[in-house]
Nanobody
Framework: QVQLVESGGGLVQAGGSLRLSCALS????????MGWFRQAPGKEREFVAA????????FYAPSVKGRFTISRDYANNILSLQMNSLKPDDTAVYYC???????????????WGQGTQVIVSS
C-alpha cells in the first residue's frame, strides 16, 4: 500500500520558517518526480515546487521562489520543503505528491498525501 505522510505543519509568525516532510512508503519511488502543492481556504489547489528524479532539478512557483527549497532523501524516502520568510499568504494545507518519471506543475500526480496545515500569522 502506497503511503505519503506529511508532517511539520503548524502555526508560525510572518517572517518565520517551517520545514515540511513527506515520508514515502509502499513502492519504489526512485524514478518518481515529486512535488508540493497547497490549497488555501476558498481557493483551488496550486503548485508550489517540484523536483525531477533525474539530476534533482527543482522548479518553483514564482510566489515561493527564493524562499522555499524542495529536496529529497533517496535513501530514507523522504521529501522535504524548507519554507523561509513565510508570509500570511502562505497559509494553506500543503500536500506532497509523486509522479512516475516526469514532473508536472499541474495536479496529474499519481499519489498524494493527506496534507498538513500551515498557518502564518501577521
Amino acid at each position: 500500500q502506497v503511503q505519503l505522510v506529511e508532517s511539520g505543519g503548524g502555526l508560525v509568525q510572518a517572517g518565520g520558517s517551517l520545514r515540511l516532510s513527506c515520508a514515502l512508503s509502499g513502492r519504489d519511488f526512485s524514478k518518481d518526480a515529486m512535488g508540493w502543492f497547497r490549497q488555501a481556504p476558498g481557493k483551488e489547489r496550486e503548485f508550489v515546487a517540484a523536483i525531477a528524479f533525474v539530476g534533482g532539478t527543482t522548479f518553483y512557483a514564482p510566489s515561493v521562489k527564493g524562499r522555499f527549497t524542495i529536496s529529497r532523501d533517496y535513501a530514507n524516502n523522504i521529501l522535504s520543503l524548507q519554507m523561509n520568510s513565510l508570509k500570511p499568504d502562505d497559509t494553506a494545507v500543503y500536500y506532497c505528491a509523486t509522479r512516475y518519471l516526469v514532473y508536472s506543475m499541474t495536479e496529474d500526480y499519481d499519489y498524494w498525501g493527506q496534507g498538513t496545515q500551515v498557518i502564518v500569522s501577521s
